[in-house]
């Protein structure tokens, strides 16, 4: 299946049909012929703070509860259809829970620790994570995206929001800080259940949702990610 871009401009609710038919759709070029957001939309719509700037739709779909997003796949963005997710996230780890991975040296200290700061302060952001962390210093920024990176890459944690940045006058200072809960907390919140079977399972019910609908390459590049 070949996917293009209509001349007119792509909408959030074009975005959100397509998520709806392919199950995942990474933000920006990632995998073999399939699409990305950065394909469909024009490059003067992005970052415009305007109904069809995608850079706000990646925190509208899972506030919306219509898809997860987080830097599921090789460390990079993707947004992933509700009703895809309990499978992908089964996939990518959550079969078994983040702490018996971590008792079978499977997880990194810095991800337990996040984790366990993230699971008693659903939707903290960023800086507050970091400080409660105690990787505020500049030589422990990799360590702390290292394992933000671990955490949504086992699908233990998702992207919820993001935070705008105030001084303390309250008025806007710098970027956007990015928010982050469990991936559990975000599933409850919007009606989803957790996938009980196996990964094996999970596997096969995503590849027979795939092969109607994704190319050879596409399905290829994915089933190496998860071998």
Not at 65 to 85: H, I, M, P, Q, T
Not at 163 to 191: I, P, V, Y
Request: aromatic share 10%; with cysteine; net charge negative.
């Amino acid at each position: 299946m070949v996917f293009e871009a209509a001349p007119a401009s792509f909408t959030f609710e074009d975005a959100a049909k397509l998520i709806s038919q392919i199950g995942i759709l990474p933000l920006a070029p990632l995998i073999p012929d399939h699409p990305s957001l950065k394909s469909l939309t024009k490059e003067e719509d992005w970052h415009t703070d305007t109904e069809l700037d995608p850079w706000k739709w990646r925190v509208r779909f899972p506030a919306e509860g219509l898809a997860a997003y987080g830097k599921f796949l090789k460390k990079k963005a993707v947004l992933v259809d509700r009703e895809w997710f309990p499978y992908f996230s089964a996939v990518l780890g959550n079969v078994r829970t983040f702490r018996e991975r971590y008792s079978s040296g499977l997880a990194s200290r810095e991800a337990h620790v996040i984790l366990e700061i993230i699971e008693n302060n659903e939707g903290i952001e960023t800086r507050q994570l970091r400080a409660e962390a105690g990787m505020k210093a500049k030589e422990k920024k990799t360590a702390f995206d290292n394992a933000l990176n671990e955490l949504q890459g086992s699908a233990d944690i998702v992207i919820s929001g993001v935070q705008q940045r105030l001084n303390a006058d309250g008025a806007k200072n710098g970027w956007n800080s990015t928010s982050f809960e469990t991936a559990g907390h975000w599933m409850r919140g919007t009606g989803i259940e957790p996938f009980p079977g196996t990964r094996e399972e999970a596997v096969l019910w995503l590849k027979a949702r795939m092969e109607p609908v994704w190319t050879p390459d596409a399905m290829a590049w994915i089933h190496k990610c998860w071998a």
